[in-house]
């Protein structure tokens, strides 16, 4: 089993930047998978980016490749998603999630573990 925590969301002006972390709990964390999606009013939920267990192996989505990049720090048990250069359309509750697969890391099914979600907002 494994637990979830976001933080870091908030308010930022168009062109900004955010910070968010995810906590794990659990002992294999460094075993999973980590990726994050988010989830605008009225919309899909949507992949922006994963990170596999080996900490090396990064996916994005086109909308974020360049100003988003994700990190891990497995001593903390703890994955993070830097946003820079945020835009309007970057505004969406985010989630960060766990998955012991290693493919399909761009599909919400992949998943195992979801966290509350964060939100963030990109006013213009």
């Known amino acids: 089993q494994v637990q979830l925590v976001e933080s870091g969301g908030g308010l930022v002006q168009a062109g900004g930047s955010l910070r968010l972390s995810c906590a794990a709990s659990?002992?294999?964390?460094?075993?999973?998978?980590m990726g994050w999606f988010r989830q605008a009013p009225g919309k899909e939920r949507e992949f922006v980016g994963a990170l596999a267990w080996n900490g090396v192996t990064t996916y994005y989505a086109e909308s974020v490749k360049g100003r988003f990049t994700i990190s891990r720090d497995n001593a903390k048990n703890t994955v993070y998603l830097q946003m820079n250069s945020l835009k309007p359309e970057d505004t969406a509750v985010y989630y960060c999630?766990?998955?012991?697969?290693?493919?399909?890391?761009?599909?919400?099914?992949?998943?195992?573990?979801w966290g509350q979600g964060t939100q963030v907002t990109v006013s213009s």
């Open positions: 999630a766990a998955a012991s697969a290693s493919l399909g890391l761009k599909l919400v099914r992949t998943y195992d573990y």
């Open positions: 659990g002992r294999t964390f460094s075993s999973y998978a």
